[in-house]
T-cell receptor, first 115, second 114 residues
Framework: AQTVTQSQPEMSVQEAETVTLSCTYD???????LFWYKQPPSRQMILVIR??????QNATENRFSVNFQKAAKSFSLKISDSQLGDAAMYFC????????????FGKGTKLSVIP | KAGVTQTPRYLIKTRGQQVTLSCSPI?????VSWYQQTPGQGLQFLFE???????NKGNFPGRFSGRQFSNSRSEMNVSTLELGDSALYLC?????????????FGAGSRLTVL
């Protein structure tokens, strides 16, 4: 079974600084997708960024980028120029590529942004 | 474009009762999946429906069931409620075949069992 591990239950960052959230996963599949979702206190889960395993290039979305290390099964999220609105729970998630839309989530990292 | 709509947003039940939660996916989305979120267990997959067929089911007892209608709307039902069923229930939808597998989530239904 696939597992996703987020080893940092809580993190904090100064406004305008950069922070990196860690995620490792375990799978025997070769085709899969990885995601970072954000859940603010309003609890609506929002997609931050997505990475296809077959793509070597790391995904980026504005201030958000990932460091995808397939061999190491590592998928970290970097947030640049942190803003107060970035404060939230961040979940790393895995999805097998073979016609399944089932996500396996990590336990989450609570990010605080200090003004 | 309307998002994923879940109703009700909040509900309180007592042990032994049953509850039905509803999810209306984004128009055109054919896959609907359900997740249970609790402080202790985190986010756990319940089941996924695609074109009215259950494709996957998580490790939950038979008290948890669901269905999907021809318009892709989905319901999940929990019978004989237990205190441990108190949770945020999230619904997510996506479309096939090349939807990039991105799930869009609803705001959730907060269930409290007393």
């Amino acid at each position: 079974a696939q597992t996703v591990t987020q080893s940092q239950p809580e993190m904090s960052v100064q406004e305008a600084e950069t922070v990196t959230l860690s995620c490792t996963y375990d799978t025997s599949e070769s085709d899969y997708y990885l995601f970072w979702y954000k859940q603010p206190p309003s609890r609506q889960m929002i997609l931050v960024i997505r990475q296809e395993a077959y793509k070597q290039q790391n995904a980026t979305e504005n201030r958000f980028s990932v460091n995808f290390q397939k061999a190491a099964k590592s998928f970290s999220l970097k947030i640049s120029d942190s803003q107060l609105g970035d404060a939230a729970m961040y979940f790393c998630a895995y999805m097998a590529g073979a016609g399944s839309y089932q996500l396996t989530f990590g336990k989450g990292t609570k990010l605080s942004v200090i003004p | 474009k309307a998002g994923v709509t879940q109703t009700p947003r909040y509900l309180i039940k007592t042990r032994g009762q049953q509850v039905t939660l509803s999810c209306s996916p984004i128009s055109g989305h054919r896959s609907v999946s359900w997740y249970q979120q609790t402080p202790g267990q985190g986010l756990q997959f319940l089941f996924e429906y695609f074109s009215e067929t259950q494709r996957n089911k998580g490790n939950f007892p038979g008290r948890f069931s669901g269905r999907q209608f021809s318009n892709s709307r989905s319901e999940m039902n929990v019978s004989t409620l237990e205190l441990g069923d108190s949770a945020l229930y999230l619904c997510a939808s996506t479309f096939s075949p090349s939807g990039a597998n991105v799930l869009t989530f609803g705001a959730g239904s907060r269930l409290t069992v007393l």
